[in-house]
């Protein structure tokens, strides 16, 4: 098909812009699936790695529920890219359609859930925090090595400096940590960090039983440590958001213009 030069370079912005992108699903879905299929193998690739801080990466159960996120996203990305690559590869009309709406639904769900987040922002506030805390109460253990979740809680509490949702109290409602715990009244990652051997440990042998402000974090919450860090990222986030949003918008803009393209040279041999 002769097509003009306005149409030729959307067709090869659309072609390189959905081929990395075709790569990188093929390859994270391919990983999910080995992760899946043969647990035993990867985790015996990560243990060659010599680093104190990934064996709690290695347990069966983080393998798992890593194997289906990475499953999920990469079937996405491989579905949407291989549309977006092969509808303007092929000059399918057909498939371009199916590519720009389905990319036109995800900026409308970006779009709604960003203003249903803002016009109720008190309840999406409580259900957040309902949230995050049904996630310690269902799951969270006292081992950093049982699953991903307690994994996740873990670094989030080291890495922003603070304890639960709202803050060491909501630990009591989770039964695994009741019934593991021991003497312990917080967990570990509550507590003020020191590196040592490259693994980050309490700096206070005695915080998990005697918490206190001087060595640990117990009564500072995590939600309330994430709203500030947004609020000191915000620009950065916004950035980002926009950024994200612009390139979606050129996508859907590329795609469009490569359907009209098709028409208009159908309508010419006619």
Same mark, same amino acid.
């Given at each position: 098909?002769?097509v003009d030069c306005g149409s030729t370079i959307a067709k090869y912005l659309l072609c390189i812009f959905n081929f990395t992108f075709f790569i990188l699903g093929t390859i994270v879905l391919s990983v999910g699936i080995w992760v899946a299929a043969d647990k035993s193998s990867f985790i015996a690739l990560l243990k060659m790695v010599e680093n104190e801080n990934l064996e709690q990466f290695t347990q069966p159960a983080v ?66 925090? !309902?949230? @995050?805390?049904?996630?310690? #109460?269902?799951?969270?253990?006292? &081992?950093?090595?049982?699953?991903? +979740? ?97 390139? !979606?918008? @050129?996508?859907?803009?590329? #795609?469009?213009?490569?359907?009209? &393209?098709?028409?208009?040279?159908? +309508?010419?041999?006619?």
């Amino acid at each position: 098909m002769s097509v003009d030069c306005g149409s030729t370079i959307a067709k090869y912005l659309l072609c390189i812009f959905n081929f990395t992108f075709f790569i990188l699903g093929t390859i994270v879905l391919s990983v999910g699936i080995w992760v899946a299929a043969d647990k035993s193998s990867f985790i015996a690739l990560l243990k060659m790695v010599e680093n104190e801080n990934l064996e709690q990466f290695t347990q069966p159960a983080v393998i798992e529920q890593m194997a289906y996120v990475l499953i999920a996203c990469g079937a996405l990305m491989f579905f949407l890219s291989f549309l977006g690559y092969c509808g303007a590869i092929r000059e399918s009309q057909c498939m371009l359609t199916t590519y720009a709406i389905l990319m036109i639904l995800i900026i409308v769900a970006q779009i709604v859930l960003g203003g249903l987040a803002a016009a109720y922002r008190d309840k999406a506030r409580v259900e957040t925090k !309902e949230f @995050l805390q049904s996630t310690i #109460t269902r799951y969270y253990s006292t &081992s950093q090595r049982t699953d991903a +979740v307690s994994l996740m809680w873990n670094h989030l509490m080291v890495e922003m400096k603070c304890c639960g949702v709202n803050d060491y109290t909501d630990f009591s409602k989770s039964d695994s940590w009741n019934l593991n715990r021991g003497n312990k009244t917080i967990p570990e990652a509550c507590c003020h960090q020191v590196i040592r051997d490259g693994v980050s440990r309490p700096r206070d042998d005695t915080c998990t039983t005697s918490p206190s402000e001087t060595n640990s974090f117990y009564k500072q919450g995590c939600y309330e440590a994430l709203i500030t860090w947004i609020l000191s990222n915000r620009n950065l986030i916004i950035m980002v958001t926009i950024g994200i949003g612009i390139i !979606e918008l @050129l996508l859907i803009f590329f #795609t469009c213009c490569l359907c009209k &393209s098709i028409d208009k040279y159908r +309508v010419m041999r006619l």
